[in-house]
């Protein structure tokens, strides 16, 4: 049954005031100016008053949330998290690793088949497997475990291809290792796109790596050098090479505002990825939590170790677009791209997910101008709403 939604619309290129989108079934059908003569007779009518149309955010950097966590290696816990990312606008996302050794990798891409190959869960999608680490630089390892780093391995790398069962998405590494060109080629060849990350990398090293197939930069600015006017660095690679995609964690703390909005003027709306980076205690209270066999103390929405490292993020991926928003200045429609659009073109996804527009799988959120998430879209299943909200009130042509 056909669904029409109207209200601000959020469309790639602007936000449309007087917009609808009709989905169908588990595809969008139309999504642009209202124009009622298009909306079938007798079809569920949500007024969105307040708030926009967005289309679904997808979030391709994220280890847990609400106490669960990918390292479980267990499908319930996937389906855990994918009921608790509805609840931030998010409809699909990469199951993010931490460096672990071979068995616990091997765990969480069986875990993610099992998944994938079930029934829909009541939540976001599971998109593929973001692998991040084992092979990254053990100086730059932030709060990745030591005992999980391993140097790059093509035959690790043909294991876990094959583990995955085609849901292998994105590998971060770092490029300056010995064997690390291999894997990069490797891994291109199969369509799997490669991020530097958790590196050291020296400018050179970063050309030669997208020589090789290298086309994205994991969480910027985090877990690297800092830029140097005379050794430009990875950072620096990230900021000036077109070639690259780049994430942040738009969070405030990982990234000084400033520089965040440095990096969107860097990057434009094309290249940057908004992505939460967020572990299991994202969601909870403050206090201390066992979590990997460490404390992860949070405290004001930053998760550190008893050393102070920052230990993943407490961030949402509409709380991203908030703080893009509002202190970066960027336009509505350009941070709700680099969280929904970009990212979906990163996952193998963009043809299909990432917009409102006709043909796109029905995935979309209504969200208060004050950022609350108040009704969200699977393939054209409402699949949560906030309790308070009394969205669908009609039907069309019944007044």
């Known amino acids: 049954m056909a669904v029409v939604l109207v209200g601000p619309v959020v469309l790639p290129d602007r936000t449309l005031e007087k917009g609808m989108v009709i989905t169908d079934g588990p595809v969008i059908t139309c999504a642009g100016p209202y124009r009622p003569e298009l909306i079938p007779a007798g079809c569920p009518l949500i007024p969105v008053s307040?708030?926009?149309?967005?289309?679904?955010?997808?979030?391709?950097?994220?280890?847990?949330?609400?106490?669960?966590?990918?390292?479980?290696?267990?499908?319930?816990?996937?389906?855990?998290?994918?009921?608790?990312?509805?609840?931030?606008?998010?409809?699909?996302?990469?199951?993010?690793?931490?460096?672990?050794?071979?068995?616990?990798?091997?765990?969480?891409?069986?875990?993610?088949?099992?998944?994938?190959?079930?029934?829909?869960?009541?939540?976001?999608?599971l998109l593929g497997i973001h692998l991040e680490g084992p092979w990254i630089a053990p100086k730059c390892r932030g709060a990745q475990r030591k005992e999980g780093i391993a140097p790059p391995s093509l035959a690790a790398a043909q294991q876990l291809l094959g583990e995955a069962g085609g849901l292998l998405r994105l590998v971060t590494l770092a490029p300056e290792l010995p064997g690390a060109m291999e894997v990069i080629e490797y891994f291109r060849e199969a369509n799997v796109r490669v991020a530097a990350g958790h590196s050291a990398a020296r400018y050179l090293q970063v050309q030669e790596a997208i020589g090789r197939g290298l086309s994205h930069v994991t969480h910027c600015f985090n877990a690297m050098a800092g830029l140097h006017h005379r050794e430009p660095g990875l950072a620096g690679a990230a900021l000036v090479d077109d070639r690259l995609t780049v994430e942040l964690i738009a969070d405030g703390i990982h990234v000084h505002p400033a520089v965040m909005g440095l990096l969107y003027r860097m990057k434009g709306r094309e290249k940057l990825v908004l992505v939460s980076d967020s572990i299991g205690v994202a969601g909870m209270t403050d206090g201390s939590y066992g979590l990997g066999g460490r404390t992860i103390t949070v405290q004001k929405g930053e998760a550190r170790l008893a050393d102070g490292t920052l230990a993943g993020s407490t961030l949402t991926l509409d709380r991203a677009v908030r703080r893009m928003v509002e202190d970066c200045r960027v336009p509505l429609h350009e941070a709700v791209a680099m969280a929904s659009a970009v990212p979906a073109g990163i996952a193998g996804c963009g043809h299909r997910k990432g917009r409102l527009a006709a043909g796109y799988d029905a995935d979309l959120a209504v969200v208060t101008r004050d950022y609350r998430v108040e009704l969200v879209m699977v393939r054209g299943e409402i699949v949560y709403r906030l309790p308070s909200a009394q969205a669908v009130t009609g039907r069309a042509g019944t007044g």
Do not use: N, Y
């Open 50 to 125: 307040g708030g926009w149309i967005w289309p679904g955010l997808i979030d391709i950097h994220i280890h847990g949330i609400g106490g669960f966590d990918v390292m479980d290696g267990d499908a319930g816990s996937l389906a855990a998290m994918a009921r608790q990312l509805v609840q931030h606008g998010v409809t699909g996302f990469l199951a993010t690793t931490m460096a672990a050794k071979m068995p616990e990798l091997v765990r969480v891409c069986r875990a993610a088949r099992a998944v994938a190959a079930g029934p829909p869960p009541a939540g976001a999608e």
